[in-house]
């Protein structure tokens, strides 16, 4: 089982270890790639401010963001696990996993990132602003850029379902094929079902939780969901898909 996940927006203050050793990060293929979009960033917030505020999609007011990323390679570090701390992270609350969930969260979760491609939960980076919709000169579109150096480090992982988590914006970066199961999450009120954004990160954060604290791995699309069933989720498999597309997972949840 591989469980996808974006990065939050929201993300701890300041870390407290070593300084960035990108050659200690996990997936060492992405080391090239990773230095590359480093490289970039660095000379981008090095620039004009009002060019680095306008390229990163930020107001004057969030100019502090553009110092965060000056000093990326001199930085303490802290582990993707602390790092994010957005709603999704809330609700998947890795510190109050049990033992056994915490060991099975390090091996089965993957972090996409607009500046480090993706991430173990224990991989150790400064905190930073980069988001995968931005364009940065000179690499392009983030998630364009990513896709092939993540389909080639990626290409061997999961020996079951891949439970993809993931933004529209981050799933661009890498498409696992027929292997996937999209998780999308649905209100229903009155009858009628309408696909939710906010609540939506909240309620993957919970379905991460439950598929760790199992301790099942689930090997099928159909497993999974009877699975999520059985630990109290309302799970509706659709129909399976065409052309090496991902299978499609709906969570419902009251209005």
Excluded at 86 to 106: C, F, K, M, T
Excluded at 123 to 131: A, F, G, I, K, Q
Aim: aromatic share 4%; no cysteine.
């Amino acid at each position: 089982m591989l469980i996808l996940l974006p990065p939050s927006e929201g993300k701890a203050a300041e870390g407290d270890g070593p300084k960035l050793a990108l050659g200690r990060l996990s997936f060492p293929a992405l080391t090239s790639a990773r230095e590359k979009a480093l490289d970039a960033l660095t000379a981008l917030v090095h620039g004009p401010e009002d060019e680095a505020l306008a390229v990163l999609g930020l107001t004057p007011g969030q100019a502090g963001e553009l110092r965060r990323n000056q000093v990326l390679r001199t930085a303490p570090t802290l582990t993707a696990g602390d790092l994010y701390t957005g709603v999704l992270y809330d609700n998947l609350a890795l510190p109050a996993l049990s033992a056994a969930a915490r060991r099975r969260a390090q091996r089965s979760v993957i972090v996409f990132s607009g500046l480090w491609g993706v991430l173990r939960l224990s991989d150790r980076v400064p905190p930073y602003r980069l988001s995968m919709g931005v364009r940065l000169p000179p690499l392009g579109g983030l998630a364009a850029y990513w896709r092939q150096p993540l389909t080639e480090a990626l290409a061997e992982q999961a020996t079951g379902v891949i439970i993809d988590m993931r933004s529209s914006t981050y799933a661009q970066a890498w498409q696992p094929g027929s292997r996937a199961v999209t998780v999308r999450v649905l209100r229903e009120a009155g009858g009628a079902r309408t696909v939710v954004s906010h609540m939506a990160k909240a309620t993957r954060g919970a379905v991460a939780r439950s598929l760790l604290e199992s301790g099942e791995n689930p090997r099928t699309p159909k497993r999974l969901a009877a699975l999520l069933a059985d630990l109290g989720h309302v799970a509706e498999l659709g129909p399976a898909p065409r052309d090496g597309r991902p299978w499609t997972l709906d969570i419902v949840v009251p209005a």
